[in-house]
């Protein structure tokens, strides 16, 4: 059986974008956070649109998993690409992990954090996921699994390589139709949508990477709870062969 595949992503680290491109693939079918609710329940967090995402979705997180792997095994036609985001997984039980292939998406901390303090002014550790990241990349490391880390940088510098190399290792044949999609929103994008996906409808492809030079000084001391436990992660991610052009 085609095992669902399993993103987890921090917030503004182009997982919107690397979901638009697997929903490219006629063998895919795309799911948008599907812990979303769940994790809103529990945590009480004050985020956008919360009451409208609680009502348009399933909160309790374990039946949510537990349904989507069954759907996996009732349709052996597409594979299920779950994106999701690590800071999600709040009080659950995480023994579906061992039915799901797992891939970890980071982005630096310093391109990252002035994004997403916009929309969660008071953003901390836990709203990037990345400790949670390198917890979950442990765990499943010593149970024998093999999680792959992607990098967004490196995966705007080299998407056709990055994406390859992610295709190889989910058993899956790089389909070139990943690389752009039409602008505008997709049906399967969750009802959280217009609060942070603006510039990915706008894109019909992986926009080029351009390093950002200016950090705001109020953000350092989170910056230095994050660095830690990016660099972590980021040595072990894959990495692109192509020239930077920054």
């Given at each position: 059986m085609n095992t669902p595949i399993c993103l987890w992503s921090g917030p503004r680290n182009v997982s919107t974008a690397l979901m638009y491109s697997f929903a490219e693939r006629p063998d895919i079918h795309v799911v948008d956070e599907p812990l979303y609710g769940h994790y809103?329940?529990?945590?009480?967090?004050?985020?956008?649109?919360?009451?409208?995402?609680?009502?348009?979705?399933?909160?309790?997180?374990?039946?949510v998993m537990r349904e989507l792997i069954e759907q996996q095994r009732q349709d052996s036609a597409r594979r299920l690409f779950l994106k999701h985001?690590?800071?999600?997984?709040?009080?659950?039980?995480?023994?579906?992990?061992?039915?799901?292939?797992?891939?970890?998406?980071?982005?630096?901390?310093?391109?990252?954090?002035?994004?997403?303090?916009?929309?969660?002014?008071?953003?901390?550790?836990r709203d990037t996921g990345l400790k949670r990241q390198w917890e979950l990349f442990e765990d499943l490391s010593r149970a024998g699994q093999h999680p792959v880390i992607l990098d967004s940088r490196e995966l705007l510098r080299?998407?056709?390589?990055?994406?390859?190399?992610?295709?190889?290792?989910?058993?899956?044949?790089?389909d070139p139709c990943m690389l752009s999609w039409e602008a505008g929103p997709r049906a399967e994008d969750g009802v959280w949508?217009?609060?942070?996906?603006?510039?990915?409808?706008?894109?019909?492809?992986?926009?080029?990477?351009?390093?950002?030079?200016?950090?705001?000084?109020?953000?350092?001391?989170?910056?230095?709870?994050?660095?830690?436990?990016?660099?972590?992660?980021?040595?072990?991610?894959?990495?692109?062969?192509?020239?930077?052009?920054?």
């Open positions: 809103l329940l529990v945590s009480g967090a004050d985020h956008p649109a919360r009451d409208a995402i609680m009502s348009s979705m399933n909160c309790d997180g374990y039946a985001m690590a800071h999600h997984l709040v009080d659950l039980d995480l023994d579906f992990l061992r039915e799901t292939s797992n891939i970890f998406l980071i982005r630096d901390p310093r391109e990252m954090l002035p994004s997403l303090t916009i929309q969660l002014p008071r953003a901390t550790l080299d998407p056709a390589g990055i994406l390859r190399r992610l295709c190889e290792h989910l058993g899956l044949l790089f949508a217009p609060h942070w996906y603006h510039a990915v409808h706008r894109s019909t492809g992986f926009a080029p990477y351009r390093a950002k030079e200016e950090f705001p000084d109020h953000l350092q001391p989170l910056l230095d709870e994050c660095k830690h436990w990016y660099d972590r992660l980021f040595d072990n991610a894959l990495t692109s062969t192509a020239t930077p052009t920054e």
